[in-house]
């Protein structure tokens, strides 16, 4: 049973939520699956950059040593969710979010998803990062983080 209900019908996903949902063994994917199956059942759209794909790509290859062949399939599986778009930054997009991370005193790789949360007309970001609770409070923007607190600390033994 989801304890987090979506309230909208657009949301930007994380790096680390893809990652983690690509990942079975992963302490919290099944929290993470649970959540994106649900989005996806109700045709919620989940919006990532355009390039995310290729930096999960990464990080199940050389940080959690996934094989590279079983690493394709999972980001192939990704690029077959009906309800992804992927979202091009442009020149403006990037320069806004220099300009947002300096107004909120926050750093760029995290606000750039607002950035891109706002281009989108999202209603939020669903991410495991906690930083993002407060981030998103600041510019009105739901925050979700279907993973519980006591699973987030597993995350650092993950390799």
């Known amino acids: 049973m989801l304890e987090k209900?979506?309230?909208?019908?657009?949301?930007?996903?994380?790096?680390n939520v893809a990652a983690i949902y690509l990942v079975e063994n992963h302490p919290g994917n099944k929290y993470v699956t649970e959540l994106l199956d649900h989005a996806i059942e109700n045709k919620i759209k989940l919006i990532i950059f355009d390039f995310l794909p290729f930096r999960v790509f990464w990080i199940l290859t050389t940080k959690w040593r996934i094989p590279k062949t079983e690493a394709e399939r999972?980001?192939?599986?990704?690029?077959?969710i009906p309800?992804?778009?992927l979202i091009c930054l442009e020149k403006e997009d990037i320069l806004s979010a220099f300009k947002l991370a300096k107004i909120l005193q926050h750093d760029i790789y995290d606000v750039v998803y607002i950035v891109l949360a706002k281009k989108s007309s999202a209603n939020g970001i669903i991410t495991t990062d906690t930083d993002f609770e407060?981030?998103?409070?600041?510019?009105?923007?739901e925050y979700v983080n279907p993973v519980p607190?006591?699973?987030?600390?597993?995350f650092v033994q993950y390799k």
């Open 134 to 141: 407060v981030l998103c409070s600041k510019v009105n923007l």
């Open 83 to 85: 309800t992804l778009d």
């Open 74 to 80: 999972a980001i192939q599986s990704l690029m077959t």
């Open 149 to 154: 607190k006591h699973v987030l600390k597993q």
């Open 5 to 15: 209900q979506l309230l909208g019908n657009r949301y930007v996903i994380d790096i």
